[in-house]
């Protein structure tokens, strides 16, 4: 009992310790501090807004409509960020989206790092001919203008949140793929990795165990500063009238709306967009601490 | 040279031949464009004979021998929704979207390289500072949000510029400077960064020790090797450009073809999508192609690397 206590917090160590010293080196950045912050807010606001903003994003009150932000004269406290063309209020909306844009952001990153990692070790490690495959068609898919690929897919396959994810996911593993095997070709001559294969570890044991952890930084960074990059061709489909479908309401899709009616209220296109404006926001100031803080070599560059 | 020359034209060859297959058997995934083109209360009879007619009875790899035998001579197919050549429209409209991803670059390089070589040479300045918070900002912004915001502000509120159309120079402003924020905040970072790491450099050093002018050791010698990172991801960004122009082109109503292939995508049309796809992937290649050999004039270490 206490000897598998014992592996458990062996084997977990490492890891934790890593965990501690990124989050101190990101916390020790105050742009990167703030980025984090920030984005644990919105995440939260994200989740927990029904506990204390009831108005339902759906219902339509049509004497309402066209309502403006409280602020202005003919604005109320009941709409504080305003109405729509139908009287739906911009801010419950704004809450909702929320959900689509981070749900869909970060859970196509990790579809793009799983397809990402899998062809990025194996064309690195294993090299030959299956490298080459890979590779070419990562070129292929490097020449695609990523746009047009996604919204034809998407106009073929139709736009789930569930299609969404997968399509915006898969259409971005190049990037992964490539940054994993540029890693696994240098670690792969490295004294360990020999040491490991001297002694008759097994291929699939030595990427896992030695090759994998070793990649984990530079997928972390990029992952992160990825999600920004998803977060705005989501809403960019949604814009076209390619994300989800209503009524789910989304921020690509509430600029749209907002643009139709720019002339009679300005806030209708403009409150989305800074909700848009500030995630991303966070996330870049984030990823360039994570950046700074994880790889060392950048930051001599950068700093 | 000439092998590394030779290796990229083949590389360039496989990628179209690739793109064009993979835009190919997505769009015939999509079911029966047959069905779109007769009305409802057609007879089988009549979808069949029209299906054959088309060429839509035919095994898939044989449609794609017929489609890429076609492409090769200019013809795209016919338009299922204007019932003109594919390719006449694209070529209709295509001036319009290269213009305006011109002008984006163009907005994106000319603000961007002063204020990163100024950035970079008052590091840590209260300018440097501000310009590089206000290129984080300028990276967080969606371009077609700013499209909109700046149609909010130069059209409805101030009356300055026109909303949408193309024709005269202040209606491409917007939209090219929508379009080529993000590119411009891009830019203005990586030459930022690039010339600090230039600027640190021992020949740096020694053309200031032999008493060149801070302008000349900065203007030239600097500068020339800064530009070849440069010059690589400006070439890169050019298909965000082209991506980018999908969406902006709808929120100016520019006539190109990005605000077509979004209409073409509505109407199913497919020959047209398919046109329009392959015609602006081979265009990214290409200008990917010039990008290449661009870098082989301007660091001939490329090519020997590449040749080893």
């Known amino acids: ?303 | 040279m000439g092998r590394y020359l030779v290796k990229r034209l083949w590389h360039t060859v496989y990628v179209i031949i690739g793109i064009s297959m993979i835009s190919f058997f997505f769009i015939h995934l999509s079911g029966d464009p047959v069905m779109l083109m007769l009305p409802a209360d057609a007879s089988k009879q009549e979808i069949e004979q029209l299906r054959h007619r088309l060429g839509f009875d035919q095994p898939l790899p044989v449609q794609y021998l017929h489609f890429v035998s076609n492409a090769v001579k200019g013809d795209f197919g016919e338009s299922l929704y204007y019932h003109v050549p594919a390719m006449n429209l694209i070529l209709e409209r295509l001036p319009a979207s290269l213009e305006l991803a011109f002008a984006s670059m163009f907005i994106a390089l000319i603000v961007s390289l002063p204020i990163g070589i100024i950035s970079a040479v008052y590091r840590g300045s209260a300018l440097d500072m501000g310009t590089m918070l206000a290129a984080l900002f300028g990276l967080s912004m969606p371009h077609f949000w700013l499209g909109i915001m700046l149609i909010l502000i130069f059209s409805v509120k101030l009356g300055w510029l026109p909303t949408s159309g193309r024709g005269s120079l202040a209606q491409i402003i917007m939209p090219a400077t929508a379009l080529g924020l993000s590119l411009m905040a891009m830019f203005a970072r990586l030459t930022r960064s690039v010339m600090l790491e230039v600027l640190s450099l021992d020949y740096i050093r020694t053309a200031r020790a032999k008493g060149l002018g801070e302008f000349m050791v900065i203007g030239k010698h600097a500068l020339k090797n800064a530009l070849i990172p440069l010059v690589t991801v400006a070439g890169m960004q050019f298909g965000f450009l082209i991506g980018g122009t999908v969406i902006i082109e709808t929120v100016f109503a520019w006539p190109g073809v990005g605000r077509l292939v979004v209409q073409a995508i509505f109407n199913r049309d497919y020959p047209l999508v398919q046109a329009i796809v392959l015609v602006l992937a081979v265009i990214f290649v290409l200008v990917n192609l010039l990008v290449d050999v661009l870098y082989v004039y301007l660091d001939p270490r490329i090519s020997y690397l590449e040749e080893k």
């Open chain 1, 1 to 303: 009992m206490q000897a598998s206590a014992f592996s458990i917090r062996d084997s977990l160590g490492p890891s934790l310790r890593l965990m501690r010293v990124t989050i101190r080196e990101v916390a020790r950045r105050r742009s990167a501090l703030v980025g984090g912050i920030l984005l644990c807010c919105i995440v939260l606001a994200s989740v927990s807004f029904p506990l204390f903003y009831h108005i339902d994003p759906l219902e339509q009150d049509l004497l309402a409509r066209f309502t403006p932000p409280f602020w202005q004269h003919g604005g109320s406290l009941a709409h504080l960020l305003g109405t729509d063309n139908l009287g739906r209020d911009v801010l419950s909306r704004i809450l909702y989206g929320s959900r689509v844009s981070l749900l869909v952001g970060f859970s196509a990153v990790v579809v793009a790092e799983l397809v990402g990692i899998l062809l990025g070790l194996v064309s690195g490690y294993y090299g030959g001919r299956l490298d080459n495959l890979i590779m070419r068609v990562a070129d292929i898919f490097m020449a695609y203008p990523f746009m047009l690929l996604t919204i034809s897919v998407i106009a073929v396959m139709g736009s789930s949140i569930f299609n969404l994810i997968l399509i915006l996911g898969v259409s971005d593993w190049v990037t992964y793929a490539r940054t994993i095997r540029g890693s696994v070709l240098s670690l792969k001559e490295k004294e360990f990795v020999e040491a490991a294969r001297a002694v008759g570890t097994r291929h699939p044991v030595i990427i896992y165990r030695h090759i994998l952890p070793n990649v984990i930084s530079p997928l972390l960074v990029l992952g992160t500063l990825r999600v920004a990059n998803i977060i705005i061709w989501e809403s960019g489909l949604s814009f076209l009238g390619m994300g989800v479908p209503p009524p789910m309401p989304t921020w690509g899709r509430m600029l749209a709306e907002g643009r139709a009616y720019i002339t009679d209220a300005w806030w209708l296109a403009t409150f989305p967009g800074i909700a848009i404006m500030l995630t991303i926001l966070s996330i870049n100031l984030l990823g360039d601490g994570l950046r700074d803080a994880l790889d060392p070599r950048l930051r001599n560059i950068v700093s």
